[in-house]
């Protein structure tokens, strides 16, 4: 468990795209069964495994910034101040 955590923290971006690669493609498996749509063969799979590592970039660097972004908001008078309390 610790080679994770350490992997997580050494590699932000890369443990991001991996786990989005895989649990996003997962969902997709998931939800193509249940609607009945047949299933993910080849390159449909390799297609979702890519955009989902693609996805994974922008919304690490989203949660990321959430500390910043609540903090400029609490500064433009958008958020209360008990937002930074982490109350919410």
Do not use: C
């Given at each position: 468990?610790?080679?994770?955590?350490?992997?997580?923290?050494?590699?932000?971006?890369?443990?991001?795209?991996?786990?989005?690669?895989?649990?996003?493609?997962?969902?997709?498996?998931?939800a193509t069964k249940i609607s009945g749509?047949?299933k993910l063969r080849g390159i449909e799979?390799?297609?979702?495994?890519?955009?989902?590592?693609?996805?994974?970039?922008?919304?690490?660097?989203?949660?990321?910034?959430?500390?910043?972004?609540?903090?400029?908001?609490?500064?433009?008078?958008?958020?209360?101040?008990?937002?930074?309390?982490?109350?919410?």
């Amino acid at each position: 468990m610790n080679y994770y955590l350490d992997f997580v923290k050494g590699y932000p971006f890369l443990s991001a795209i991996i786990q989005f690669a895989i649990l996003g493609t997962l969902g997709e498996i998931v939800a193509t069964k249940i609607s009945g749509k047949g299933k993910l063969r080849g390159i449909e799979l390799l297609y979702k495994v890519l955009i989902w590592a693609f996805l994974a970039i922008p919304i690490k660097i989203a949660f990321i910034g959430f500390e910043g972004f609540v903090a400029a908001l609490i500064l433009h008078g958008l958020l209360p101040e008990i937002a930074a309390s982490g109350f919410f």
